[in-house]
């Protein structure tokens, strides 16, 4: 509710002078909320930090780090050395050389990434249009052409592989852009225990498929994923299945 705008009219007074713009506004004699310090409107409440969104639902807001643009691979690598994917129009293409990983390491996150499946279908199942994208390194959103092409359910595009099918199929036909967007929260240990899963929220060409999805494990083929204890941060990586994916417009927020 905007107190400003109905106060303005009974007291006949400038809305600037009832609530100039640097003015604090809120109150300090409310409830405090449940399970927190701060009050209802409390007035001494932090307000968050402004960022400027970018100009497409898909272009980097102001706070984001920027993995891919289309420029070169310089916060890629493969293997040690430096990530020698294909660059054409704009995109990086996976073309043999190995899988590749930023060489900042995150945990929890947003992260906005494309990729493409090539334009001429050819191959099925896990055998066309094959790539991943793992979180830390080691849990791992499929990438796949899942578009008129039937494969096991925790395989496909957008699943969480080895371990939960996307909610709905989202893919779209091979050769056009697809987009994934990913709230991820990691994993908590206590020593050498789990205290609390990984969480996935996935946004597939804007289709939920998992909404606070929670991870039972590394991602593993053909096996029961578990954890082990790791750090809390890990590397971003793209793997080279050996099918020509593309990925372009690739960008992350810490959380």
């Known amino acids: ?32 909320l449940p399970g927190g310090e701060w009050r ?28 891919f643009d289309g420029g070169d691979l310089g916060r890629w690598t493969s293997r040690g050395g430096p990530a020698r994917w294909k660059l054409v129009d704009g995109a990086m293409e996976v073309n043999g050389t190995g899988s590749i990983e930023t060489r900042e390491e ?19 199942s896990q055998g066309r249009g094959n790539s991943g994208l793992f979180l830390m390194g080691r849990y791992e959103i499929q990438v796949l052409d899942s578009f008129e092409n039937r494969t096991y359910a925790d395989g496909q595009a957008a699943a969480l592989y080895g371990q939960r099918p996307p909610q709905v199929n989202a893919c779209r036909p091979p050769g ?18 789990l205290a609390s899963p990984a969480t996935v929220t996935l946004f597939h060409n804007g289709v939920l498929v998992h909404d606070g999805a929670e ?16 750090e809390a941060e890990g590397p971003l990586s793209l793997q080279d299945h050996g099918n020509p994916v593309r990925y372009r417009n690739i960008w992350v927020r810490r959380l």
Not at 47 to 55: D, H, K, L, Y
Not at 112 to 120: L, N
Not at 215 to 230: C, D, F
């Open 1 to 32: 509710m905007n107190h400003c705008k109905l106060l303005a009219p009974v007291l006949l007074l400038p809305i600037a002078a009832l609530c100039p713009q640097d003015a604090p506004v809120g109150y300090s004699d409310t409830p405090h």
């Open 40 to 67: 209802v409107h409390d007035i001494a409440r932090p307000v968050p930090a402004t960022v400027t969104s970018g100009a497409t639902v898909s272009a980097a807001p102001s706070d984001a780090i920027v993995l």
């Open 106 to 124: 995150f945990g929890d996150c947003q992260l906005h990434v494309e990729w493409a499946a090539p334009a001429e279908a050819t191959g099925s």
């Open 176 to 193: 056009e852009w697809q987009t994934y967007d990913v709230v991820f929260r990691g994993p908590r240990f206590e020593g050498d225990e």
């Open 215 to 230: 991870l039972i494990g590394a991602t593993t083929h053909r096996a029961v994923a578990k954890y082990s204890p790791h």
